[in-house]
């Protein structure tokens, strides 16, 4: 594993770009998890928002280690295409 500055300079873009992508998506399952109808009693609307709440913990510790992941990728392979070689 090479630490480069490339690398972490496309891994912090990833995360980045990951917490700017979790805002809308978690909009979008917010609103398909909840019910359109008040019918739910506490209990049930207290079950349904821990369910949510680890569902939205979830969904960020992903797309932040794939997004991450990805730009630290592609970082290391642009930023090592331009840097020169050295061997020992």
């Not at 730009?71 to 930023?79: Q, R, S």
Request: a negative charge.
């Amino acid at each position: 594993m090479e630490f480069s500055l490339p690398a972490w300079l496309g891994a912090l873009t990833g995360t980045m770009i990951a917490v700017a992508i979790y805002v809308p998506l978690i909009r979008i399952v917010d609103r398909s998890l909840r019910p359109q109808g008040g019918s739910l009693g506490d209990e049930e609307r207290a079950a349904l928002d821990e369910k949510i709440s680890v569902l939205r913990r979830v969904i960020l510790g992903i797309d932040i280690a794939v997004l991450a992941t990805v730009g630290y990728w592609l970082g290391n392979a642009i930023g090592a295409s331009s840097a020169p070689h050295t061997q020992f």
